[in-house]
């Protein structure tokens, strides 16, 4: 039996990553590679692996996990914060009743979620526990072709935003966590990454895209010039940050070891800002 782990975030390795502490995944294997795979740039493909290629499971509730809940202390501004979905997406309707259970345990501790997602579709039941926990949802962009396990879940960005803006008309701090290649200009952008980057600025969290290997960049219409990227800690990381960013909330590891965190714009509601 699998059972839901509360494990350690970036702060405890990175001063100035600040929320969150605690981390949470639904699954064994992330439910991604039952619709044509993880994204090309996954982050936690080395961390959450199922035993079997293309098994995913879900993770029980235990008594160990319930302990684990009761022993969360705050990490920000005296408030407790977990983020569901560290390394496995959240958000795929095989997961969806164990995602209302997790929520509904937080809500008893008053635990602030953050979900990071890319197939989260809205639901009243989620958006109403979100809100009332002053959650967060973070709702992840990229590009199509680096994404087809989302795509072909009926997720592409298209539909993304969609979803992301009912939650946010329903009250919800909505963020649009962008995954990009920063070496690149913003033409290379899809019309929806450009549409967030435009209408909510200040809600955007960029990601520079990080790749394990090369070979996964054949074949593609989606071309990357690796030229500007260079190896460091498991991965092929971008070596500097484009200028047309340099002025955005960055969230990442930018190659050189720095890390930038944006605190995952989870007071952003609460400061009456509604873009």
Not at 40 to 45: Q, W
Request: glycine residues 8%.
């Amino acid at each position: 039996m699998a059972s839901l782990t509360v494990v350690s975030g970036k702060t405890r390795v990175y001063e100035k990553c600040t929320v969150p502490e605690y981390n949470l995944d639904l699954t064994v294997g992330c439910p991604l590679i039952l619709t044509g795979g993880r994204c090309l740039y996954c982050y936690g493909k080395l961390y959450n692996k199922p035993r079997k290629q293309g098994r995913v499971k879900i993770k029980d509730v235990t008594v160990r996990f319930l302990k684990q809940l009761n022993d969360i202390e705050p990490v920000y501004k005296n408030r407790l914060y977990i983020r569901i979905g560290k390394f496995t997406e959240p958000g795929h309707k095989m997961s969806e009743k164990q995602l209302l259970v997790v929520l509904h345990l937080l809500q008893t501790r008053g635990i602030r979620p953050i979900i990071t997602t890319k197939l989260l579709k809205f639901s009243r039941n989620i958006a109403k526990i979100v809100k009332k926990l002053h959650g967060t949802i973070q709702f992840s962009f990229g590009y199509n072709e680096l994404e087809p396990g989302a795509v072909n879940y009926g997720m592409s960005n298209k539909e993304r935003l969609q979803h992301a803006k009912r939650y946010l008309a329903f009250g919800i701090n909505v963020v649009f966590r962008i995954a990009i290649d920063v070496t690149q200009g913003k033409s290379h952008l899809d019309r929806y990454m450009k549409y967030i980057l435009k209408i909510y600025p200040k809600r955007v969290l960029l990601t520079p895209l990080r790749f394990q290997n090369k070979d996964i960049l054949n074949n593609l219409n989606f071309k990357i010039n690796l030229n500007n990227y260079k190896w460091f800690r498991g991965y092929y990381r971008p070596n500097f940050i484009h200028g047309d960013y340099k002025n955005l909330p960055t969230c990442g590891d930018l190659s050189d070891g720095t890390e930038f965190c944006a605190k995952c714009l989870v007071d952003l509601a609460e400061d009456g800002g509604d873009k």
